[in-house]
């Protein structure tokens, strides 16, 4: 039986093109292996947001290249096989193919092409470690952010059919999958003749069986009102909204073409909270954008204290080659960005503290995710917002809903008891 070894980095798309992939080579007798010196096939799935995540993919397809058997593939996928392309195996001897983002869809053909003579056998049947999938529903990004690599890296936004959409998910369902996160760069551009994000919401919760439903990403210009609607309407829909606001200062966002102030942003957070007052709301920040000053910086950190965000991810600004920030003046030195960074996860870090110590006692929906494997009876899972959980039960399975209590808090761990019904 031949094996295979995924490596992936980068956001949860590249994630759902990992398990694509993944699915289409079970479908060709592959088995995946946690053990990549042993894999016939190893996939480096690769992010090119940040210059550190290009470099991390780097090393370690070198260092996949030096311990892979002699005879084994070697493949660089995602969006930075799709910006360096062939390069990549001159760079990285031992590569023996690069498969760009936009590539994704004809993944077929091409695993046709690299693997000839390996007829498909069977439908796959993935064994469910976990009830929980993604599903792309948009690909590619038209909004130009300044900073921005992935619109070029992943090319023009599309929709993929709603009716094409429904059908994956179902089939995910009768394997056993309860909760579906929905993706794009901005879920809210998302038409398919008419049909717009809400109303596809509206379609998956009319899926049986189908429990949970989670999305990503929002963007703050267009996060509509019927979209807040629809989330507070559905009770399958997860309280959780991640909401990037990049940048307090209004000059900062106009320089990165966010195309709304601050203003505008914080409307959004009102009409969300008004909508659903108990929802997670989870954020991503960048510092140090081209001539950010400190004034500027000091603006995000207030409106990160006014929001008070359950969680953030928070990132030094990377210059990308081909944007347009790339030509911006008065760039900020690197020793500052780092102290503009750590000051901020500083901040943040103490509001999810405090978030999360204000859970203990309170009563909670859990899905059940993955078992553990040392402790059997152990259980993580995820409350109906954003928040993980850890909790005993005999007899469950992944995908379960239950009750629970909050006894105390670990991190940013809840630490559960199930509620007697
Ligand atoms: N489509 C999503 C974001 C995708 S990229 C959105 O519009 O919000 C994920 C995050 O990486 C971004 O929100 C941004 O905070 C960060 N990021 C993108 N480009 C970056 C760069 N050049 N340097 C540092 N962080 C960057
Ligand atoms: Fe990048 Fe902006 Fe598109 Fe998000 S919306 S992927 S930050 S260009
Ligand atoms: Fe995602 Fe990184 Fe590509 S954030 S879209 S994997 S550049």
Redesign the pocket.
């Known amino acids: 039986m031949p094996y295979v070894y995924f490596q992936t980095f980068g956001c949860q798309m590249n994630v759902a093109d990992s398990n694509e992939l993944c699915d289409r080579l079970g479908a060709r007798g592959y088995q995946p292996t946690e053990d990549p010196a042993f894999a016939d096939i190893i996939v480096v799935n690769t992010c090119s947001v940040r210059e550190h995540a290009e470099q991390r993919a780097q090393v370690r397809i070198g260092e996949y290249a030096r311990l892979k058997k002699k005879e084994a593939h070697l493949w660089v996928i995602g969006c930075m096989a799709e910006r360096l392309g062939e390069v990549l195996k001159k760079k990285i001897p031992g590569v023996t193919a690069v498969i760009g983002a936009r590539s994704i869809d004809q993944i077929d053909t091409i695993i046709d092409s690299l693997l000839p003579n390996q007829t498909i056998e069977s439908l796959s049947v993935k064994k469910i470690h976990e009830a929980s999938d993604f599903v792309s529903v948009m690909r590619g990004?038209d909004?130009?952010?300044a900073y921005?690599i992935?619109?070029y890296v992943r090319g023009h936004e599309s929709s993929i059919p709603a009716s094409i959409l429904i059908d994956t998910i179902r089939k995910k369902v009768e394997t056993g999958i309860r909760e579906i996160t929905l993706l794009g760069?901005?879920v809210n551009s998302y038409c398919d003749n008419g049909v717009d994000f809400p109303d596809l919401i509206n379609k998956v919760a009319d899926i049986n069986g189908l429990q949970r439903i989670r999305f990503t990403t929002s963007?703050p210009k267009d996060c509509s009102e019927k979209l807040i609607r629809t989330m507070a309407e559905e009770p399958k829909c997860c309280r959780h909204v991640h909401l990037p606001v990049q940048a307090g200062s209004d000059r900062v966002l106009g320089l990165m073409n966010r195309r709304y102030t601050a203003a505008q942003y914080r409307e959004r957070i009102a009409m969300i909270r008004q909508y659903m007052p108990n929802a997670d709301i989870t954020t991503d920040i960048l510092v140090g954008f081209p001539s950010e000053t400190h004034e500027e910086f000091e603006e995000t950190l207030a409106l990160v204290r006014e929001i008070r965000y359950t969680t953030a991810f928070m990132f030094a600004y990377s210059v990308r080659e081909g944007t347009a920030a790339a030509g911006f003046p008065d760039s900020v030195p690197q020793e500052e960005k780092l102290a503009r960074l750590r000051t901020l996860i500083d901040l943040q870090t103490d509001i999810t503290k405090e978030i999360y110590a204000g859970m203990a006692g309170e009563q909670v929906e859990l899905m059940l995710g993955a078992r553990q494997e040392k402790r059997r009876r152990d259980w993580m899972a995820r409350d109906n917002g954003c928040k993980r959980a850890l909790i005993a039960c005999d007899g469950a399975e992944s995908g379960m809903i239950l009750k629970a209590t909050v006894v105390r808090v670990s991190g940013m761990t809840l630490i559960c008891e199930r509620t007697a019904l």
């Open positions: 990004c909004n130009y952010c921005c992935v619109p760069q901005n963007h």
